[in-house]
T-cell receptor
Framework: NAGVTQTPKFQVLKTGQSMTLQCAQDMNHEYMSWYRQDPGMGLRLIHYSVGAGITDQGEVPNGYNVSRSTTEDFPLRLLSAAPSQTSVYFC??????????????FGNGTRLTVT | QQQVKQSPQSLIVQKGGISIINCAYE??????FPWYQQFPGKGPALLIAIRPDVSEKKEGRFTISFNKSAKQFSLHIMDSQPGDSATYFC????????????WGLGTSLAVNP
């Protein structure tokens, strides 16, 4: 199994450009999420989804859009990139269950630089 | 009340020593406390997790100690190895709900050979 696959691994954007970070999982997980990781800030939840067609905002959603048309894919869109969005982005997925979720499975991240 | 405070921010340990990372929480409704390990260039991965019905959980060289009255939990790495060098995150949630997971800020561990 590939697990959680993120593409691209690295990306450089100019301010104002748009792009989509891709995330795919092959574990049939209902729950998918996007985090950003910045030095000294830990992991901050951007958006999440509990199933196809259902998305919701996390802690830091401004400047980002998501959609979930299939169970497998959960792309993150930056509509107009800003230098403050320079970060490492992680996609994570898990089962959801009656007694709580399974552990999060993370991808290996996308390192985004906005100049 | 939603914070998880993790310390230290960084830690240097000699090979064979004990690494100790501490976390404190405020919300007494939290009932799931995982630790994630992150190697450079990789995403975090679950290392070990504990629920408050036990005071300690051990998996190999890794042990979580849990003090419900003090609202603290800690990760102990016995016989630390250079391969343990990584960033460690503690977290907490109610009901194991991943969308409500509150993360510590991480501890960068370096184990010197």
């Amino acid at each position: 199994n590939a697990g959680v696959t993120q593409t691209p691994k690295f990306q450089v954007l100019k301010t104002g450009q748009s792009m989509t970070l891709q995330c795919a999982q092959d574990m049939n997980h209902e729950y998918m999420s996007w985090y950003r990781q910045d030095p000294g800030m830990g992991l901050r939840l951007i958006h999440y989804s509990v199933g196809a067609g259902i998305t919701d905002q996390g802690e830091v959603p401004n400047g980002y859009n998501v959609s979930r048309s299939t169970t497998e894919d959960f792309p993150l869109r930056l509509l107009s990139a800003a230098p403050s969005q320079t970060s490492v982005y992680f996609c994570a997925s898990s089962w959801t269950g009656e007694h709580g979720n399974s552990p999060l499975h993370f991808g290996n991240g996308t390192r985004l630089t906005v100049t | 009340q939603q914070q998880v405070k993790q310390s230290p921010q960084s830690l240097i340990v000699q090979k064979g020593g004990i690494s100790i990372i501490n976390c404190a929480y405020e919300n007494t409704a939290f009932d799931y406390f995982p630790w994630y390990q992150q190697f450079p260039g990789k995403g975090p991965a679950l290392l070990i997790a504990i629920r408050p019905d036990v005071s300690e959980k051990k998996e190999g060289r890794f042990t979580i100690s849990f003090n419900k009255s003090a609202k603290q939990f800690s990760l102990h790495i016995m016989d630390s190895q250079p391969g343990d060098s990584a960033t460690y995150f503690c977290a907490a949630s109610k009901g194991g709900n991943n969308r409500k997971l509150i993360w510590g800020l991480g501890t960068s561990l370096a184990v010197n050979p």
